[in-house]
C-alpha cells in the first residue's frame, strides 16, 4: 500500500481537547519529541471554523480514499490529492491557505527532534507591562486566552528565567489574536548561560501577520532568554504575545577538528529562495516570488524581496512590482557593471536589471523605448556572463513550455537573440522513467526537467564551457550569426576506469580560475526521487535514483578550445547530496553544505546536516564540517560574505508543507577563523590597499599593506547571484603576493590575470591570508 510517510511527516499525538469555544491546539508533553504541529484556532471561532475542526474522523478517511481513488483512474499526481487527504488529517485550518480561521497558524515549524519545555516554573520579566497583562501571561499555560501587553514605548523586551540549563535551539512566538496590533516584526533573540553574559542568537524581521514565529538557531546551554522587539505592526508603540514558547535538544552535536562553527540566525519575512549581494552598498538581498510562502500565481507580475544590510542588523521587505516581473526560478549573473540580471522564471519572458550603484530596479528598454524581453520564455535556465561583455543563457523548461530552449545571447544594442546552432538538445540529461501500466500504457515520461540548471563557464577566447550537470560536456561559442556548440567528451575518469551520471542540482566550484579547475560533485539524475504517476507497473520500483556522491575535477587549462576534456576522479563526497550549495572559500578551499540523499522538492527527509570541505592542498580529500540543525534543502542556498563567512540559507518555498519552509539564514564560520579546537577566534591579517583605489584594469597589480608578512598568495573571488543550487558566476583566482621595498614595510603587490575569460570584469573581492587565516575582503572592481 502506498505510504503517506514517505512524502509527509506524521502530525504530532498529544492532543489538548476544549469546548468549542475555546482553543484548540496541539501540544507536547516535556518528554515529547516535536513533530510538525499546528496551532490553528482563532479565540472567537465561528460556527463554521468550529463545524470545520469537528469533521468526523470516518469522513475525513473517506476524503482520503477517494483522493486516492481519484487519482488512480483520472492519471493525476497522487501527491496532489494525498495533499488534500493529508489536510483533512490535521484538524487545522492549515488548508485554508492561512486565511479566515487561522490564527496562529504554523508557517514553519520548529525543528525536528526538540522537546517543547514545559514552562512550570519558570520566570518572566519585561520592560514594562499593561497592569492587566503582565508578562508572565506570555509563559502561562491558559495559551492564546491571555497575553503579555507592554505599555508604549520605542523598544520593549521579555526575558525567561529557565530556571536551570537547557540546550535551547528555539522560541516561537504567538501575537495576541484579539487584535491586528502588537505583532512582533524587528527583533532580536539573545541566550545566555549565566545573568548577564548575553550572546546574540537572531535577528531580523518577520513576516506581518498572526502565524507563529520562529527563530532558530544552533543549540546552546543557556538559562536565560531575551526576546527584544524592535518594531511592530503599524509601527505601534507597544507589543502583544500570548504565547512564547522555548524548544531545546537533548544534545550538542559535536565539532571535528577545524569544522567551523555556526553562529547567528537571520530571520527573514519570507523564504528566501535567490540571494546575492549588491557590492557597492554591502548589501544581500534575497527574493522569493509573488508570495512570501509559496509560487507561482498565474498573471502576478511582482516579487517579495528582504534586504539585510552586512553593516548591521537591518533587514527591510519590499514588494518588486516596478518590472512587472515575477522573479521566481529564474537566470541570474553579474555584468562588469556590477548589475545582477534576472531572466524569465515565473514570469517566463521578462528581464529585470538590479542597479548596485543606484540600488533600483529596471526594465532595459529597446531603441523604441520598449521593455527588452527574452527570445524564448524560460525557467531554471544557466546563465553566465561572458569575457567579451554580453551575457549568455541557454535551457529552462520549468517555465514558457517544454519546447529545447536554445542558446540566446543578450547585448546592449540588439538585446536577446536566439542562437540557432546553441541547440539545447547537446544539454540534455537522459529521460530517467519510462513506466507502463498493465495495458502497456506510458503514462509517465519525466522529460520536462532535462534542461534544468546547466553548469555553464565563460572561458578564453570568448568561448563557454558547459560542465553539466548532463554527463556529456560541451563547448558553446556565440561567435555571429548563430553561434555553435560542440561535444567535449564525457565527465568521467577514463584512466580510472569510473564515470560520472547526469547530475542535476549537483555543485561546482571553479577554484582557481586561472588554470580553469572547476571542481564538480553530487546531484542525481532524477530531479524528483518519487515518481510523479502512481499509474505504474506494480514491478516497477516507485522511487528514482538516490544522489551521488562523486566528485571530479575538470581542467579547462592548456586544453585548446573545443577539444576534448579529460576530468579527474577525485575523492568521492562523504555524504550523497542534491540540492546542496558549494561555495569556493578564501583560502581555496570549497564548502559543500545541506543537501538531500534523496531528492524531492519541499520535503527535508534524509537532508545532511553534515557540511563538508573539499581540500586541494590536502591530497584532494573531504572533511566533515559541523553539524548544522536547519535543514537546507530544496530552494536553499550558500554566498560568501566579505568576512570571509558564508551565508547559508533558504529551503521551501510551499503553504501546502509548512514544516519544509525556511524562513531564515545562518551564517557559517568556517575552521580557519579558530584554534585548531574551535574553542578561540585568531586573529586576522588586515588589508589597506595603497591609496584607496577601488577600480582595476585587467593586467593591472594592485598594491596593498598589512599589519602582518602575508602568505604567498592571496585570493579574488567574484562576487556572484545562487538560486537552485546554481552559481555560474562564481570563481576564484589564486594570485601570487610579491613583497614591494623592505619586508618591514608589509607592503605587498599582486597582479590581476590580463585574459577576461579568467578574470572575468566586474567586483571581486580580495583576500589576503597569514598561515590560511584571510583578512575581511576589499571590495575591487575590474574593467576591460
Known amino acids: 500500500m502506498f505510504n503517506l510517510h514517505r512524502f509527509y511527516r506524521k502530525a504530532p499525538t498529544s492532543v489538548e481537547a476544549e469546548s468549542d469555544s475555546a482553543e484548540k491546539s496541539i501540544l507536547l508533553e516535556d518528554s515529547e519529541k516535536a513533530s510538525y504541529t499546528i496551532d490553528d484556532v482563532p479565540s472567537s471561532p465561528s460556527k463554521s471554523c468550529t463545524k470545520q475542526r469537528k469533521l ?44 479566515g480561521c487561522g490564527q496562529g497558524v504554523i508557517i514553519a515549524a520548529p525543528p525536528l527532534g ?49 530556571k536551570k540549563k537547557y540546550n535551547v535551539q528555539n522560541i516561537a512566538v504567538t501575537s495576541n489574536p484579539l487584535t491586528r496590533d502588537g505583532v512582533v516584526l524587528s527583533h532580536q533573540v539573545e541566550t545566555a548561560p549565566e545573568k548577564g553574559q548575553w550572546e546574540l542568537a537572531a535577528f531580523g524581521l518577520w513576516r506581518d501577520d498572526r502565524s507563529v514565529k520562529n527563530a532558530t538557531f544552533e543549540p546552546r546551554p543557556v538559562q536565560f532568554v531575551r526576546l527584544t522587539v524592535l518594531g511592530t505592526t503599524g509601527n505601534q508603540k507597544f507589543v502583544a504575545i500570548s504565547d512564547l514558547n522555548i524548544y531545546a535538544a537533548d544534545t550538542i552535536p559535536s565539532a571535528p577538528i577545524k569544522g567551523g562553527r555556526w553562529g547567528v540566525t537571520l530571520n527573514f519575512p519570507l523564504v528566501p529562495v535567490t540571494a546575492f549581494l549588491d557590492p557597492v552598498h554591502q548589501l544581500l538581498i534575497t527574493m522569493a516570488s509573488d508570495a512570501r510562502d509559496i509560487y507561482n500565481s498565474p498573471g502576478v507580475p511582482h516579487t517579495f524581496a528582504a534586504t539585510w544590510d552586512l553593516k548591521g542588523r537591518t533587514i527591510v521587505e519590499e514588494l518588486l512590482s516596478q518590472t512587472g516581473h515575477n522573479m521566481f526560478c529564474p537566470g541570474t549573473s553579474y555584468d562588469e557593471s556590477g548589475r545582477v540580471f534576472v531572466t524569465g522564471g515565473s514570469t517566463p519572458k521578462q528581464f529585470s536589471i538590479y542597479d548596485s550603484r543606484t540600488k533600483s530596479w529596471t526594465n532595459p528598454k529597446d531603441s523604441k523605448g520598449e521593455n527588452m524581453k ?158 510523479e504517476d502512481r499509474k505504474t507497473d506494480p514491478k516497477v520500483d516507485p522511487h528514482r535514483k538516490e544522489a551521488t556522491n562523486n566528485a571530479f575535477e575538470i581542467k579547462l587549462g592548456g586544453v585548446q578550445v573545443d577539444a576534448p576534456v579529460s576530468p579527474t576522479k577525485v575523492a568521492s563526497m562523504k555524504h550523497q547530496r542534491i540540492f546542496a550549495n558549494g561555495i569556493v572559500l578564501p583560502n581555496g578551499e570549497t564548502l559543500v553544505v545541506g543537501g538531500q540523499r534523496q531528492g524531492e522538492p519541499f520535503h527535508d527527509a534524509t537532508w545532511v546536516s553534515t557540511p563538508e570541505i573539499y581540500s586541494p592542498d590536502n591530497k584532494k580529500t573531504w572533511r566533515d564540517g559541523t553539524p548544522n540543525s536547519i535543514p537546507r534543502a530544496y530552494h536553499s542556498w550558500a554566498v560568501l560574505l566579505p568576512d570571509a563567512t558564508v551565508l547559508v540559507g533558504g529551503g521551501g518555498l510551499n503553504s501546502n508543507f ?13 575552521g580557519y577563523l579558530f584554534t585548531p579546537d574551535g574553542k578561540t577566534t585568531v586573529a586576522r591579517p588586515q588589508l589597506s590597499t595603497v591609496g584607496h583605489q577601488t577600480e582595476y584594469k585587467l593586467g593591472e597589480t594592485i598594491t596593498f599593506t598589512s599589519n602582518v608578512v602575508v602568505d604567498g598568495v592571496a585570493s579574488l573571488i567574484r562576487y556572484s547571484a545562487v538560486t537552485h543550487s ?36 566586474g567586483y571581486w573581492m580580495l583576500f589576503v591570508l597569514q598561515n590560511g587565516v584571510p583578512s575581511v575582503a576589499k571590495t575591487v572592481r575590474i574593467t576591460r
Not at 85 to 95: E, I, N, P, R
Not at 126 to 153: M, N, V
Not at 658 to 664: L, Q, R, V
Not at 746 to 754: C, L, W
Request: charged share 20%; hydrophobic share 35%; proline share 5%.
Open 374 to 531: 527574452l527570445a524564448l520564455g524560460r525557467g531554471y535556465q544557466g546563465q553566465t556572463f561572458l569575457a567579451n561583455g554580453k551575457t549568455f543563457m541557454i535551457g529552462g523548461t520549468w517555465s514558457g513550455g517544454e519546447a529545447d530552449k536554445e542558446g540566446e545571447i543578450f547585448d546592449s544594442t540588439r538585446g536577446w537573440t536566439i542562437l540557432t546552432n546553441v541547440r539545447a538538445n547537446n544539454i540534455k540529461m537522459d529521460i530517467s522513467v519510462n513506466c507502463t501500466t498493465p495495458k502497456g500504457v506510458v503514462p509517465c515520461i519525466a522529460t520536462g526537467w532535462r534542461q534544468h540548471h546547466p553548469w555553464l563557464f565563460s572561458w578564453k577566447n570568448d568561448s563557454i564551457f558547459h560542465a553539466g550537470p548532463s554527463k556529456q560536456m560541451n563547448w558553446i561559442s556565440t561567435a555571429p550569426p548563430s553561434g555553435s556548440i560542440r561535444a567535449a567528451g564525457f565527465r568521467e575518469d577514463k584512466t580510472a576506469g569510473v564515470a560520472d551520471g547526469d547530475a542535476v542540482c549537483g555543485i561546482t566550484s571553479m577554484y582557481d580560475a586561472e588554470n580553469g579547475v572547476i571542481l564538480t560533485a553530487g546531484g542525481a539524475p532524477n530531479y524528483h526521487y518519487w515518481k
Open 56 to 99: 468526523p474522523s470516518v469522513f475525513k478517511l473517506l476524503l482520503i480514499i477517494f483522493g486516492f481513488a481519484f487519482a488512480l483512474f483520472s492519471g493525476q499526481t497522487i501527491r496532489k490529492y494525498a495533499t488534500l487527504g493529508y489536510k483533512a488529517l490535521l484538524q487545522s485550518s492549515k488548508a485554508d491557505n492561512h486565511v
Open 114 to 162: 526538540v522537546n517543547l519545555l514545559d514552562r512550570t516554573g519558570f520566570e518572566a520579566k519585561c520592560s514594562t507591562s499593561d497592569p492587566d497583562h503582565p508578562c508572565g501571561l506570555a509563559i502561562d499555560s491558559k495559551g492564546k486566552e491571555t497575553f503579555w501587553q507592554s505599555q508604549a514605548g520605542a523598544s520593549h523586551w521579555i526575558e525567561i528565567d529557565l
Open 726 to 761: 546554481l552559481n555560474n558566476d562564481m570563481r576564484r583566482i589564486k594570485l601570487a603576493v610579491a613583497t614591494k621595498g623592505n619586508a618591514a614595510d608589509k607592503k605587498f603587490s599582486v597582479t590581476i590575470p590580463a585574459d577576461p575569460g579568467v578574470t572575468l570584469p
Open 658 to 670: 509548512p514544516e519544509a519552509n525556511h524562513y531564515d539564514a545562518q551564517i557559517y564560520h568556517p
